[in-house]
């Protein structure tokens, strides 16, 4: 599991937004729904139950929002859980969005009892304005600058490189973090092609999100998925504790966990060949043979010795199942770097398309 350290800078080097979240806080109320999940639909405005009984998934094809009273006792909850999806929810598309969790909270917390006619107690209002609700589950995304004739190459490479803890679902999307029963309850990472989603969605789009079509056409998206023993691993359950994070400090590290930019790896030159030692030489040409590395040794040790030697003195990471290119079209460790990361776009401000912080 990947750590973080948080920090008290305040604006973040590259637009990361929160896509979704599932929250828990003080909320006295009439049970909702009999304390199942459940959703409004927005076209209609009837209150659906969003669970199947048979696997306990919610099925709500838009999955803007769920919610579900907690702490039930005599007919009246305690708590209320949320499960949204924000910018979705607040500005009904969310290929952007903004990377300050407490204003997202706060403001889906007044949104939804609002909707649900609930008369909240003050005391309440100011626990979730004061941070004291809990989170078991956090999305960070980005979208990344890439041309789109590379998307499916870098998705099939990645698919490559990894030889196990993934699933792969169709050709433009694939998750890491998987074990060999479920995904992982720490972390997960999605990437996919965001736009041929939208295509899909979006049949006959509107002038505002033709601009969106146009400007994240040519974008790969990646999704770092915290669940509950990720966030509690990270000390980061609190919404007190995302006050002061460096929430692309944390994405990125997150990033780094799963070494996408050996996905893609150029061969060694005869120049940087003489950095490496001659055991550590042989190991690197069994490997372009297309021997397992960790075949080669009777100890762990021994593979984390000449894997990390290597992997210092060269930037190449040979435990990937992916074999090296000459020419490789693309670098991923410029492609998925902070600066490549695709900004709110100008003109989406003061439109419906963009709700910013309060601040």
């Excluded at 948080?6 to 109320?29: E, K, L, Y």
């Excluded at 709500?60 to 005599?74: E, I, L, N």
Aim: aromatic share 10%; with cysteine; glycine share 8%.
């Amino acid at each position: 599991m990947f750590t973080s350290t948080p920090s008290i800078t305040s604006t973040q080097p590259a637009n990361i937004h929160i896509d979704r979240f599932r929250v828990t806080g003080p909320c006295t109320h009439s049970v909702l729904g009999g304390g199942q999940w459940e959703y409004i639909d927005f076209d209609s405005g009837e209150i659906r139950h969003a669970g199947n009984g048979l696997n306990g998934k919610l099925d709500h094809p838009d999955s803007q929002f769920y919610v579900r009273s907690r702490s039930v006792r005599a007919g009246m909850a305690g708590q209320l859980e949320i499960h949204v999806c924000p910018p979705k929810l607040l500005q009904r598309h969310n290929v952007f969005g903004h990377g300050n969790l407490h204003d997202y909270v706060c403001r889906i917390f007044d949104l939804l009892t609002h909707r649900y006619h609930i008369t909240v107690d003050p005391r309440e209002r100011q626990y979730w304005l004061d941070g004291l609700y809990w989170l078991t589950e956090v999305h960070l995304t980005a979208n990344f600058a890439c041309q789109r004739e590379l998307l499916q190459p870098i998705i099939d490479a990645v698919d490559q490189h990894h030889g196990k803890g993934k699933h792969r679902n169709g050709d433009s999307e694939i998750s890491l973090g998987f074990t060999r029963k479920r995904r992982s309850t720490h972390h997960v990472l999605t990437l996919y092609d965001k736009y041929q989603e939208l295509q899909q969605h979006w049949r006959t789009p509107g002038p505002l999100q033709q601009r969106i079509l146009a400007d994240f056409r040519d974008a790969l998206r990646v999704e770092l998925k915290l669940y509950s023993q990720g966030l509690a691993y990270l000390k980061l359950q609190s919404g007190r504790a995302w006050w002061d994070l460096d929430l692309a400090e944390l994405y990125f590290r997150g990033l780094r966990h799963y070494r996408l930019r050996h996905a893609i790896q150029r061969l060694l030159t005869d120049d940087e060949l003489v950095m490496l030692t001659l055991p550590e030489r042989n190991v690197y040409e069994a490997w372009l043979h297309g021997r397992d590395v960790k075949s080669l040794f009777r100890s762990r040790s021994s593979v984390h010795k000449y894997v990390g030697s290597i992997e210092r003195k060269t930037g190449i990471n040979i435990l990937s199942h992916r074999r090296p290119e000459r020419l490789p079209a693309v670098d991923l460790a410029e492609l998925f770097s902070p600066g490549n990361v695709l900004p709110v776009p100008a003109w989406a401000h003061g439109t419906a398309c963009y709700v910013p912080p309060l601040g």
